[in-house]
């Protein structure tokens, strides 16, 4: 069990360099995305974390480890936090076909959408990810670094009975972004959409 007035923070990792026709589970992050990261980091001070576990894929990973060095945290890496697997999927085309692929694995999630996983098996998959890293970190606030839609999946389900709208909360998250849940209950306090309110972020296939 997790003790009362703890929180977990999940972070959307920063912004990476996209490259056409790699998948994006090895994009590694941008320079820009790098220097986001600085911003990422004192944002995340006031919350008092107390470890850093990113997903295994490169971007996650190196958000992960920038926070870790700015906050003088430990770091590690956990199986199972990586996003839904979907291979390359770049060849839909426009902006708008993606999103709409992505609204559609939303609204049927046992429906085999884009590739390898359905909505309710990343969900699935997430939470026990999740899970274990809370049974490993029992006291203190732990920072997960990981991805779009399976963050949004894991908070929507949570906040089942407040009705989260999933697609326009996936479409609002920031590289980087990041939410504060409460535990054991998982209530969702706060959402920091965009890091640096001045920037802008796009939304990619990078999700």
């Not at 999103?99 to 085999?112: V, W």
């Not at 054991?184 to 920091?192: A, K, W, Y």
Request: proline residues 7%; glycine residues 6%; negative net charge.
């Amino acid at each position: 069990m997790s003790s009362p007035g703890r929180t977990l923070i999940l972070v959307r990792h920063s912004l990476p360099e996209m490259v056409t026709g790699v998948p994006a589970s090895r994009w590694h992050l941008s320079a820009e995305g790098r220097r986001r990261c600085e911003a990422l980091a004192e944002r995340l001070v006031a919350y008092q974390p107390t470890t850093v576990i990113s997903s295994e894929e490169p971007k996650a990973v190196e958000t992960g480890q920038i926070v870790a060095e700015r906050l003088e945290l430990p770091f590690k890496t956990a199986p199972g936090l990586h996003e839904h697997e979907r291979g390359v999927v770049r060849d839909l085309g426009s902006r708008e076909e993606f999103q709409a692929q992505i609204a559609r694995f939303f609204s049927h999630p046992g429906e085999l959408v884009l590739d390898h996983e359905t909505a309710d098996q990343a969900h699935a998959r997430f939470a026990a990810a999740v899970a274990a890293v809370l049974a490993q970190h029992r006291d203190g606030t732990p920072i997960i670094v990981s991805h779009g839609t399976v963050i949004t999946l894991f908070i929507a389900r949570a906040m089942a009975a407040g009705h989260l709208d999933p697609i326009p909360f996936w479409k609002n998250l920031g590289l980087p972004a990041f939410a504060i849940l409460s535990l054991p209950n998982l209530d969702l306090p706060e959402v920091v959409e965009n890091v640096e309110s001045n920037l802008e972020y796009p939304i990619s296939s990078d999700q």
